[in-house]
């Protein structure tokens, strides 16, 4: 045997050896298809769209965006959990989905350690707490000193249990000492609805969908929610800034199912990357009130465990369950 045929065995037998290697040596073959748990137009169908293109020009095949909407994006999860992992099919999570679900759902648990293989985390999700243009309050801090001064009087819609947008009121309620009431939605656009004609004292919703509403001067923003302000909101002032420690934020990133070849995954996050990366890119996600996470499957995995406790450890403590 020649030193060629050698070679040519050796590299055989580590291909039958390794199968997902084989695989992920020449990948992507077919269309790779991003599922999102949420509608058109919210934050993560909205980031996944605005990188597709790109992402289907650098990777050689389609890269389709499919919303797979219902049970707070628990059928999502559930579709790409069960999805063969070769990187066809991959998932646009948010932290709800991942790190809050978990622990809401315990009939539909699927844990996100052994389920997932993280890919790369992709933008923060702007959230903004708003008032209606008739509400007498002008500022957060009014709106916690009414809600302290008359239990029960002051209301805040959300696009429902257990979204980080909830999870936010339920912080300020116990650190800001507001013993205010929790209204849910099936979604944030009948929350930031409800918020503009006064039928609750405030709304804590995703910037994108209502920035045509504060622009129209249809709802005040008050505060926009974790630790830095947003772009789009320069003169808004970031909760943590109102009441410090209230420092949940919301996010998406890309994840695949558990046992995907880690070269598939950063080929993937690779094209993600550079498809999020140019200027105007960016000044689009900033417009949206989004801004772009680096950082690779290292990064996202401690993104998750982080939050996964964080959020676990406040839907425990405050009892928060779906009803």
């Not at 559930?78 to 991942?98: F, H, I, Q, R």
């Not at 804590?204 to 005040?220: H, S």
């Not at 926009?224 to 800034?241: D, F, I, K, S, W």
Request: with cysteine.
């Amino acid at each position: 045997m020649d030193r060629r045929q050698l070679i040519a065995g050796i590299a055989a037998a580590a291909a039958g050896a390794s199968p997902a290697l084989a695989r992920a040596q020449d990948f992507p073959r077919r269309p790779i298809r991003i599922v999102g748990g949420f509608g058109a137009g919210t934050s993560s169908d909205v980031v996944t769209r605005l990188a597709s293109p790109e992402m289907q020009r650098i990777l050689g095949q389609p890269v389709l965006a499919d919303s797979v909407v219902g049970a707070a994006g628990n059928i999502a999860s559930g579709v790409v959990a069960k999805s063969p992992p070769d990187g066809y099919t991959v998932l646009m999570a948010t932290n709800s989905m991942l790190c809050a679900n978990p622990h809401l759902f315990p009939a539909e648990r699927i844990d996100p350690a052994a389920a997932f293989a993280p890919i790369a985390p992709a933008t923060t999700i702007g959230m903004v707490i708003v008032a209606g243009p008739a509400s007498p309050a002008s500022t957060l801090a009014g709106v916690l000193d009414a809600a302290a001064r008359q239990p029960g009087s002051v209301t805040y819609g959300t696009p429902g249990v257990g979204t980080p947008m909830h999870l936010v009121g339920e912080m300020l309620r116990e650190r800001g000492k507001a013993p205010w009431m929790h209204v849910p939605y099936k979604g944030g656009t009948q929350a930031a609805t409800d918020a503009a004609a006064g039928t609750v004292s405030i709304g804590i919703v995703a910037y994108t969908p209502v920035a045509g509403l504060i622009k129209a001067g249809k709802l005040r923003p008050l505060a926009v929610c974790g630790t830095q302000r947003l772009a789009a909101l320069p003169q808004v002032p970031a909760v943590a800034e109102i009441v410090p420690g209230v420092t949940m934020g919301a996010w998406c990133a890309l994840v695949a199912p558990r046992g995907t070849p880690a070269p598939v995954c950063r080929q993937i996050a690779d094209a993600m990357e550079r498809a999020l990366a140019p200027r105007e890119v960016l000044a689009q996600l900033a417009e949206m009130g989004n801004d772009r996470i680096t950082g690779g499957a290292d990064a996202l995995s401690a993104m998750i465990k982080s939050e996964y406790e964080l959020a676990g450890d406040l839907i425990r403590r405050l009892d928060i369950r779906i009803s």
